[in-house]
């Protein structure tokens, strides 16, 4: 998105802001200033702000979900017909099943098509939600990082639940008590840094609303501030594609429509129609699908060429350029055990906890590999394709896939492992790029698989830094 769009996006959703200002906790107060120079106004103690801490427990009201995670014994599972096959760990939540028993009967006051509902306005899905780590010193410790910056895989945990919560705003309906919708991610369409610096002792304003509907899809954008130095300034700006499912998440269910009001919002309404078809033309040229462009089949007969032995005239024989590190060596690997106190609220694995999990692994090559502490610049095309079940063995494979000048660019794969059936399925992929502060060394495929590693890896790095 271009410098020009950016501004209007933050000016549409300024005036956003001024129109929903009466309006109860969502909305900020201007109060008296606070002393300390990362502490806002409307942050001060005693004000009626939605904070990130309390954003989990507003969706589990919205839906009804359970608050607490218990055991029970397998066979009495079994006996009481609630599993039909035990978990890995032989356990289940006998909370979470009551509650979902109780909300399938929530299906028959879905939809039954998408012209049953009130179209919505942007203004109707508004949220603003508060991180007072400059007001609340107490909270800073979850955020900071061992350099004392901000902890950004903490951030990606606060924008997944802002946008859940931003759909439900949407898609709300007051004459009912609990929503029949099951919203979860689809897609992190695109996270754009507007400054790489984030400050732990300054107060942090997320706001965000729908800028597009699909008939089963939302668009949700986002924007991150701080406050510093008597002002609000940008920090990120963050695209989510979400899905509304039935109550037992098993099939589609169909959403609220989008009425845009004016040029702006109807100029953000196009962009979501345009994103849209951009997800659908990357999704067909995918190089898992489709052969590489005549450009980039150059490109990887470049690499091959430049990393051959003159002196053996072999194909077999291959040195490794000066400066450079071979694909197979800028690799990175983790285990994660899914625990409970990871879940959503439907009893699955968080989303932002895995992003964040699989960001930390990702920064962490990218500083092995540049050798220095590099800054995020952009996440692009984070596809949730399967959920991660509780007790789940989550492994993580992070890859150097293209670098360029002082960009890395990394690309990360999450997969579940069954020890019964020894069996691996992707669950998650994630594309992060990163700047250093000097030049990296170029990495260098040696094999096929790693050639398309490399131009998918040079695909999403144009698409977030080169254009």
Not at 142 to 156: D, E, P, S
Not at 312 to 327: K, Y
Not at 403 to 426: A, C, M, W, Y
Not at 461 to 467: G, I, K, L, R, Y
Request: hydrophobic share 35%; with cysteine; aromatic share 8%.
């Amino acid at each position: 998105m271009s410098e020009h769009q950016l501004d209007r996006e933050w000016s549409t959703t300024s005036k956003l802001m001024t129109c929903l200002r009466p309006c109860a906790s969502l909305t900020s107060r201007r109060l008296l200033c606070a002393e300390a120079k990362g502490t806002a106004p409307d942050m001060a103690e005693g004000n009626p702000l939605l904070h990130v801490s309390n954003v989990r427990n507003r969706l589990r009201e919205i839906v009804g979900a359970s608050t607490n995670w218990r055991y029970a014994n397998i066979s009495t599972i079994k006996r009481k017909g609630i599993l039909k096959s035990p978990l890995l760990f032989g356990s289940i939540s006998t909370d979470h099943q009551q509650a979902m028993s109780e909300r399938v009967s929530l299906s028959s006051a879905l939809a039954r098509s998408q012209s049953e509902l009130p179209a919505r306005s942007m203004k109707d899905s508004l949220v603003e939600v508060h991180l007072p780590l400059g007001s609340q010193p107490q909270l800073r410790e979850k955020y900071l990082t061992f350099h004392n910056t901000v902890r950004f895989g903490r951030i990606l945990e606060d924008l997944d639940s802002l946008a859940v919560l931003i759909s439900y705003a949407h898609t709300y309906n007051p004459a009912l008590k609990r929503s029949p919708l099951s919203i979860v991610t689809a897609l992190v369409d695109k996270i754009d840094m507007r400054q790489q610096a984030i400050y732990p002792a300054c107060d942090i304003k997320f706001t965000g609303h729908v800028t597009w509907v699909g008939k089963t899809s939302i668009e949700a954008k986002m924007h991150m501030t701080q406050y510093r130095n008597g002002a609000y300034s940008p920090v990120l700006d963050a695209t989510f594609v979400m899905v509304a499912r039935d109550p037992e998440n098993k099939r589609a269910a169909f959403v609220n429509p989008l009425s845009p009001e004016g040029p702006e919002e109807e100029e953000l309404f196009r962009q979501g129609e345009v994103n849209k078809s951009r997800r659908v033309e990357l999704s067909t040229a995918s190089l898992l699908k489709a052969a590489p462009t005549a450009e980039e089949r150059n490109i990887v007969h470049g690499l091959f060429l430049n990393t051959l032995d003159t002196k053996t005239v072999s194909f077999r024989g291959r040195l490794l350029p000066p400066d450079s590190v071979w694909m197979e060596d800028a690799k990175l690997k983790g285990l994660e055990i899914c625990h409970p106190q990871e879940r959503n609220i439907f009893n699955r694995i968080f989303g932002g906890f895995l992003m964040r999990k699989a960001y930390e692994l990702g920064w962490a090559n990218a500083c092995a590999f540049g050798g220095g502490r590099p800054g995020l610049v952009a996440v692009d095309d984070i596809l949730f394709q399967k959920p991660v079940e509780i007790g789940s063995l989550l492994l993580l494979s992070s890859q150097v896939c293209y670098t360029e000048g002082k960009h890395i660019q990394v690309r990360v794969h999450s997969e579940v492992f069954d020890p019964l059936t020894r069996q691996h399925n992707t669950t998650n992929v994630f594309h992060f790029t990163f700047a250093s502060d000097r030049r990296v060394p170029d990495v260098v495929p040696r094999t096929y698989g790693e050639s398309m590693l490399y131009l998918d890896g040079k695909r999403h790095f144009n698409h977030t830094v080169a254009h």
